[in-house]
């Protein structure tokens, strides 16, 4: 997992206790509003530090958020007092990461990933805003970049079935099928067991959920209220699955050591794959960029984007 410097306190714990202290000093009038010298980075350092010891937000959520302030704010705004950022300062930063980007590679940001980068931005001024120490939050008063109105493009069912023909006999076909006739969210594919699915009635459950933090899959609670679910399956991605775990049970009798976790897409050591490379398959679900006529092409893109993924020992799926 990428590591993610927290600055400023050793603790979560601490920063809570420095963060409920500062707000008891605003109410006793101890500290001027609006006068206290703080910079931008102490003041992320006590709302991601806060957040933590609060734990109100998903540990995803906390992470993605240490994320974006270490590639998008943090050196761009450095030691800039609170006090000094204005709307004007914000609209610079925003119309820098549109023109050159973030720490993280330099190419110019789509306003949806600013809109990303500005969450711990705009916590962290809420907090300072509502506790007095700012009178007023910058970012109320500067506008965000909109973003161009698009309409998806989604394969057709033909479209599918000659993506899904390409695939045919390639390891990491039943993924391809499921994610494409199943209709679940990749996290849920990646956390789905065997004791969760009912070949003979046709039925999986959808109980248990996956993010990742980094390159770590870690459990979720889930996109919503109604993740946990039902979904039925028809005889045709019955026998998918069928072909799934007899292949899984080749590769337990060739393994030398073999990663018993009950999940039904593990790559050869029987290890859970990381959702970041399945990530790439969204177009399949949501609406490609371009269509599968383009012969073996799309084929060998996503057969190439997950191969070692699938098969690090072999570097083929």
């Known amino acids: 997992m990428k590591s993610i410097t927290r600055r400023g306190y050793a603790t979560a714990s601490e920063a809570a206790k420095a963060r409920r202290e500062l707000i008891g000093k605003l109410d006793a009038g101890l500290v001027k509003p609006g006068a206290t010298a703080l910079t931008v980075n102490e003041l992320l350092d006590l709302y991601l530090d806060g957040l933590d010891a609060d734990q109100r937000l998903s540990p995803k959520t906390r992470h993605d958020y240490r994320v974006y302030a270490q590639t998008y704010v943090r050196k761009p705004l450095d030691n800039r007092k609170i006090r000094d950022v204005t709307p004007e300062v914000i609209l610079t930063w925003q119309r820098r990461l549109l023109a050159e980007g973030g720490a993280k590679d330099g190419r110019p940001l789509a306003p949806n990933t600013i809109r990303l980068a500005q969450a711990p931005l705009a916590g962290a001024f809420k907090l300072a805003a509502s506790s007095g120490i700012v009178a007023v939050n910058p970012l109320m008063h500067a506008p965000r970049p909109k973003a161009r109105r698009s309409v998806p493009r989604y394969w057709s069912p033909e479209q599918a079935r000659e993506f ?16 494409m006739c199943a209709g679940l969210r990749i996290g849920e594919l990646v956390a789905l067991r065997w004791s969760n699915v009912d070949l003979t009635e046709g039925v999986v459950s959808v109980v248990e959920f996956s993010t990742y933090l980094g390159h770590d899959v870690v459990p979720s609670p889930g996109k919503s209220r109604d993740a946990i679910r039902r979904v039925d399956i028809d005889t045709a991605l019955a026998g998918v699955l069928r072909a799934q775990r007899a292949q899984q049970a080749k590769e337990r009798l060739a393994a030398d050591s073999y990663e018993e976790s009950g999940h039904v897409f593990t790559r050869r050591p029987g290890s859970l794959p990381s959702p ?35 098969s690090p020992s072999e570097g083929r799926c």
């Open 276 to 310: 970041v490379p399945l990530a790439a398959a969204r177009p399949l679900q949501r609406g490609a960029r371009s269509t599968p006529s383009d012969g073996t092409r799309a084929q060998a893109h996503l057969r190439d984007a997950h191969a070692r993924e699938w």
């Open 164 to 179: 899904l023909s390409l695939m045919e006999g390639d390891r990491t076909y039943p993924v391809w099928a499921f994610l």
